[in-house]
């Protein structure tokens, strides 16, 4: 029969216990390290940075194409914007003021039945019928015409040179307009106002043009006239008459 000491059978216990805990502590200790493991696939890594990356350029694209928008956005309100000058009244101004030195013509207006019943009255064929005195009057109205459509040509003259300095500072401003302009709008409007300039200017050269040649029609319409009617009188001078008649005179009155 084997003894054992009473101390070593104290002792058994706690080195049995001592062995025991490691096995139980074990699966408490173990179950954290294996929750917090990490593991990295560099296959997945590099697919979420070139997804990432691609939309990052799909925002930047996006971002481009509104930044692209509001500048044709912007460009369209510059287009669509009118210009803030206008010389159209001063335009019209200079040519009604040109039409009106035009219906002021003296005697024979720019008229056509006007001018014909003048030449009909007062110019062409000269009755041989006619007295010395109509002759004479006629050719006053005729010479009074004349001077008239002179004076008329001057005056028109006049007032197109008038209107030189009002169309030099309206051409100044259009211009300016015109390269100031901030779309194509105002540019047009600019350059449709210029037009309407050079109409304005080419209205005068014609007013100027018509005033003269109705001056001139007129000192051609007088001398022509006036040839014919001296070819009367002189027709009417050379023409023989009845001739002396002899008749009874009496040289004393109460005579015996």
């Known amino acids: ?52 990356a691609r939309t990052l350029e799909q925002i930047n694209n996006q971002i481009t194409s509104l930044q692209n928008e509001a500048q044709m956005l912007i460009n369209q309100a510059r287009n669509l914007a009118s210009l803030p000058y206008s010389a159209l009244q001063q335009i019209q101004q200079n040519v009604q003021r040109t039409q009106q030195l035009l219906n002021q013509a003296q005697n024979i207006a720019f008229n ?12 062409g064929n000269v009755s041989l019928s006619a007295t010395d005195q109509q002759l004479i009057a006629d050719a006053r109205t005729r010479w009074q ?30 211009v300016g307009q015109s390269q100031g302009a901030t779309g ?6 600019a350059g449709n106002q210029l037009l309407a300039l050079q109409s304005q200017q080419l209205s005068d050269l014609v007013a100027l ?5 109705r001056s001139q029609a007129l000192i051609e319409a007088e001398r022509t006239t006036a040839a014919e009617q001296g070819r ?14 002899p008749g009874n005179a009496q040289m004393f009155h109460g005579s015996n």
């Open 1 to 52: 029969m084997i003894r054992i000491p009473l101390r070593r059978m104290a002792c058994a216990p706690i080195i049995a216990l001592a062995l025991a805990m490691p096995v139980a502590v074990s699966p408490m200790l173990a179950s954290p390290a294996v929750a917090a493991w990490i593991v990295y696939d560099p296959s997945n890594y590099a697919q979420n940075v070139l997804t990432a």
């Open 112 to 123: 056509v039945q006007n001018i014909d019943q003048a030449f009909q009255q007062k110019y």
């Open 145 to 174: 015409n004349t001077v008239g459509g002179l004076q008329d040509a001057m005056r028109v003259q006049a007032g197109v040179v008038g209107n030189i300095d009002a169309n030099r500072a309206q051409m100044s401003a259009l």
């Open 184 to 189: 194509a709008l105002q540019a047009t409007q």
């Open 209 to 213: 043009l018509s005033a003269n040649g």
């Open 232 to 245: 009367v009188q002189r027709e009417r001078f050379l023409t023989p008459g009845s001739g002396y008649q």
